[in-house]
């Protein structure tokens, strides 16, 4: 009798692989008809990905309060049903637009290319788009931005790099926040950046604290901002 564990897979389930597969390949071409339409109106676009209360808005704030007098700045806010980030990044002094996803747990490139035809592209330099929080599903859904930045914070503990590997290996820039926070949380902010240069050599780390404005300008930096 063989020792080799046999794996039968039914028709139903053939059929889902198919489906997700086509939907990623559609979801892909989007993103590159997205980037052109962007590169075409020389607009620099940001997507900005991270778990709730990670500090995504409020480091998409900080970076407009210091660039909005050298690039003219849009946002386009992922949630699940609240415009609370969309207000947030207006206050700041940015054009912003809301993308509600119901149930959806990330943006994706043809609900980007529905809210971009809704900007005047012409009148903006530098877009970021702040995705829904969430470490998984964002990672398998490209939108034709030009830099993806992951912001993980130390008060989701020592692993959270280690644990979502595969959103780190389509980062850019890794932002490690709320670094005062360090001591208390017993994180250490070395190992997360080991961490992630184990897990993608090629990206930049960058850590911050929003509350102490620390790490900005290297963030600026890293963005080439």
């Known amino acids: 009798m063989s020792n080799k564990e046999i794996l039968s897979v039914s028709e139903g389930e053939i059929l889902d692989i198919e489906i997700e597969e086509d939907l990623l390949k559609a979801n892909r071409e989007l993103a590159s008809a997205n980037r052109k339409i962007l590169d075409s109106c020389n607009v620099k676009s940001i997507n900005v990905m991270g778990s709730i209360g990670s500090g995504k808005t409020s480091i998409i704030q900080w970076l407009i309060k210091e660039l909005k007098n050298k690039y003219r700045i849009a946002v386009i806010a992922g949630d699940v049903t609240t415009d609370i980030d969309a207000e947030r990044v207006r206050e700041a002094g940015?054009?912003?637009?809301?993308?509600?996803?119901?149930?959806?747990c990330h943006l994706d490139a043809l609900m980007i290319r529905k809210a971009v035809k809704k900007l005047d592209l012409k009148q903006i330099d530098l877009l970021f788009i702040e995705n829904v929080g969430n470490l998984i599903c964002p990672a398998d859904f490209p939108l034709g931005t030009h830099i993806n930045m992951v912001v993980v914070s130390v008060t989701e503990g020592p692993y959270m790099i280690i644990k979502h590997p595969f959103i780190v290996k389509e980062a850019n820039v890794v932002v490690i926040n709320k670094i005062d926070l360090a001591?208390?949380?017993e994180v250490e902010i070395d190992k997360l950046v080991d961490d992630a240069k184990k897990i993608n050599p090629l990206t930049k780390t960058v850590a911050t604290s929003v509350k102490e404005n620390m790490g900005l300008k290297s963030l600026i930096n890293a963005l080439e901002l």
């Open 183 to 185: 001591d208390q949380m």
């Open 94 to 104: 940015a054009k912003s637009i809301q993308i509600n996803t119901g149930r959806g």
